[in-house]
């Protein structure tokens, strides 16, 4: 009974996610709509998250569990990176950001070990978890200079807020696509969302970068 009910939330959750990160995606960027929809999908990848966790531990599923890791590190992340505003002016994050980084850099280490440990036995998903850790000590790495005073971007918290909330769209994006998946090798299902997505939020960065030094001419 209880995993039906979890299972149900996790769905929805998972649903309402897709369909906000899509229309945040395609809609205009910081007004008053994009603010509150973007609470709705944080609090709905966070929702999706944590009942991939419970759903990951009753039927043992690890890819399921660190999709989970990743949604809601990205979501949180993600939405608290708007606040860093003045991060090339020496502002830190809080307490509860810092917490967060160190989760992620302990998962990063145990994507590593799992990683290095499916390759040594000839297992070629062992790639895909590689990638998740090398993702993962990036991630931590770019918050570590807000925590020692030293960005210099004055993008910092905005560049970082589209590329990890991007990010948590991707990840429920390659769930979706995981569980649907009936074409694809496993391995290609579970990375290439992240590829594609890789790609588009590097281009709108740099677009993002090349509009702001307009306004400074």
């Not at 939330?9 to 709509?33: A, C, E, N, P, Q």
């Not at 039927?59 to 990176?81: A, E, K, Q």
């Not at 440990?117 to 991630?139: C, D, H, T, W």
Request: charged share 15%.
């Amino acid at each position: 009974m209880i995993f039906k009910i979890i299972l149900t939330i996790h769905i929805i959750s998972g649903f309402t996610g897709l369909l906000l990160g899509t229309l945040l995606l395609i809609r205009k960027k910081g007004d008053v709509i994009h603010k509150k929809l973007g609470k709705v999908f944080t609090l709905a990848m966070v929702s999706t998250g944590l009942c991939a966790f419970y759903l990951s531990y009753v039927h043992p599923n690890l890819f399921l569990f660190i999709v989970g890791v990743f949604t809601i590190y990205l979501s949180i992340s993600g939405y608290r990176m708007i606040h860093l505003k003045k991060a090339h002016l020496g502002q830190k994050p809080k307490i509860g950001d810092a917490f967060l980084t160190i989760l992620m850099l302990i998962s990063s280490i145990i994507f590593f070990y799992i990683g290095f440990k499916y390759m040594l036995a000839k297992q070629i998903f062992g790639i895909v978890y590689i990638l998740f850790g090398s993702i993962s000590l990036r991630l931590c790495s770019v918050e570590y200079k807000a925590y020692t005073g030293k960005v210099t971007d004055k993008l910092y918290g905005l560049k970082n807020h589209i590329g990890r909330m991007t990010g948590a769209y991707i990840a429920a994006f390659t769930a979706f696509l995981v569980i649907n998946n009936t074409f694809l090798p496993a391995v290609l299902a579970w990375s290439l969302p992240g590829i594609i997505g890789g790609i588009f939020i590097g281009r709108t960065l740099r677009k993002l970068k090349s509009q702001k030094s307009n306004q400074y001419q």
